[in-house]
């Protein structure tokens, strides 16, 4: 949750980062209910639907608009965005629908054996070798 976090504070405060780094970010929140609910081998309609609805109403906030790649729009920074192919709570096909909506200067770097994990732990040498090269461009 900590990309969508920075996503949320790009767009809803204005913040501007001289550079953002993301990892195994959702597109939305009701994507991302549903995925937990298929990883748990549970029917995700209607539950992530309620679930999304009721947390919101119990947080004081609409769940069905908390959605990074509405405020990945806003990131007019270099972004790198990182991803594992394997991971079961956010899909390729969503963190690359937040990549796509970021308008500036980005990159995108897949960890073909990674799931929702560490990077830097599991592919050390990947992580740096991205996380170096996105810094000396920016």
């Known amino acids: 949750m900590g990309a969508a976090a920075i996503l949320r504070a790009v ?3 204005a913040i ?6 993301l990892e195994a970010v959702f597109d939305t929140m009701l994507n991302t209910v549903r995925n937990r609910f298929r990883a748990m081998q549970v029917p995700a309609f209607p539950s ?3 679930l999304v609805f009721w947390g919101g109403r119990q ?4 769940g069905f608009t908390h959605n990074p790649a509405d405020y990945a ?4 920074c270099p972004a790198l965005l990182m991803h594992g192919a394997r991971d079961p709570r956010v ?3 969503e963190a690359r629908r937040v990549f796509e909506a970021v308008p500036g200067s980005k990159e ?3 960890f073909e054996q990674s799931g929702h ?3 830097l732990s599991n592919h050390t040498s990947q992580w740096r070798t991205a996380v170096e090269r996105f810094i000396k461009r920016t």
């Open 11 to 13: 767009h809803e405060h």
């Open 16 to 21: 501007q980062p001289d550079a953002v780094m």
């Open 48 to 50: 992530a639907e309620f």
């Open 59 to 62: 947080w004081g906030f609409d």
């Open 73 to 76: 729009a806003s990131v007019h």
């Open 91 to 93: 899909s390729l096909t």
């Open 108 to 110: 995108f770097v897949t």
């Open 117 to 119: 994990e560490s990077y």
